[in-house]
């Protein structure tokens, strides 16, 4: 069964402060991993896909890196605005590739 | 920029009684979805749905779920006995096709059930 682990649950960070969020998964085939962004009462906001190992991708203070068996999203100098909850969602090629299998998500807070 | 709009935003409803939730995928989108996410837990899949017809169901998706795109722009789910525990967020994604596969949520339609 696919499975997706992230930590931490939640995450307090200064203005400035950088940190990295983690995502751990189980697939048969990684078909794609997915970030997205959710803000309160709203739906997922699609950030980044990453197909293979090694690959990353980058959008103004994020970084998404992608291994065999994980998935980092390294905020830099974050700001207050980077406030949100951010969910990692990987598709099996094996079992139902389309489907989005998400992880329970890192509530990030950032304070000024 | 192209959006997927989903109807209502909140629908509130009593036990047994039959809810249609409405959603206009991005236009030159080909594949459909409904996922819900229950307060305080992770988005989970329900179904996709690809030229007019299933192509892949969760679980979750048993038969007092439905899915229809009854026109060229709208993608329905309908629950036809609504229960207490189907209470929860539920989004509507579209995608562009196999290889172009990233999904597009909606803001989601608040479902309670009293």
């Known amino acids: 069964e696919d499975q997706v682990t992230q930590s931490p649950e939640a995450l307090r960070l200064q203005e400035g402060e950088s940190s990295s969020l983690n995502c751990s998964y189980t697939v048969s085939g990684l078909r794609g991993l997915f970030w997205y962004r959710q803000d309160p009462g709203k739906g997922p906001e699609f950030l980044f896909t990453?197909?293979?190992a090694g690959e990353e991708k980058e959008k103004e203070r994020l970084k998404a890196t992608l291994t065999k068996k994980e998935s980092f999203l390294h905020i830099t100098a974050p700001k207050p605005e980077d406030s949100a909850t951010y969910l990692c969602a990987v598709q099996d090629m094996d079992t139902g590739f389309q489907k989005l299998v998400f992880g329970t998500g890192t509530r990030l807070l950032v304070s000024p | 920029e192209p959006e997927v709009t989903q109807t209502p935003s909140h629908q509130v409803t009593q036990m047994g009684q039959e809810v249609i939730l409405r959603c206009v995928p991005i236009?030159?989108?080909?594949?459909f979805y409904w996922y819900r996410q229950i307060l305080g837990q992770k988005v989970e899949f329900l179904v996709s749905?690809?030229?007019?017809?299933?192509?892949?169901k969760s679980e979750i998706f048993d038969d007092q779920f439905s899915v229809e795109r009854p026109d060229g722009s709208n993608f329905t789910l309908k629950i036809r006995s609504t229960k207490l525990e189907d209470s929860a967020m539920y989004f509507c994604a579209s995608s562009e096709s196999q290889a172009l596969n990233i999904q597009y949520f909606g803001a989601g339609t608040r479902l309670s059930v009293l």
């Open positions: 990453l197909y293979s």
């Open positions: 749905f690809y030229n007019n017809e299933i192509s892949e």
């Open positions: 236009s030159n989108h080909l594949y």
